[in-house]
């Protein structure tokens, strides 16, 4: 199963049309759902969004990490700064994309 997280219905619905034929799906819009779906669904892959709302950006991701420590992480923003970049690959298993994110879905979907 992937979660995704991200407050943008069209980047939701761009992943979710990409993704929903290999995997099952659950998305999230609020750092709340993201914290109670991580805990109870143990995910295989999360797909967050570091401009979600009430999410302190990169700096929360380790803590995140700890709810679910097998799930893997892909981190997407529209525009990532630097620190964001150097921070997400250093507290998370996953990656730091740019919009859109094509890449991510060609690992995904190769499993």
Known sequence: MILIACNDPKLVDRLSRTLREKYPLYSVSQKTSLVRALSSLKPRILIVDVSLPR?????????????????KIVVISDRPTTGEGVSGLGNTSGRLLGDP????????RKG
């Not at 995140?64 to 420590?69: G, N």
């Not at 994110?101 to 995904?108: D, K, L, N, T």
């Open 55 to 71: 999410l302190r950006a990169v700096r929360e991701l380790s803590s995140i990490q700890e709810l679910s420590p097998l799930t």
């Open 101 to 108: 994110p094509v890449a991510p879905m060609e690992s995904i």
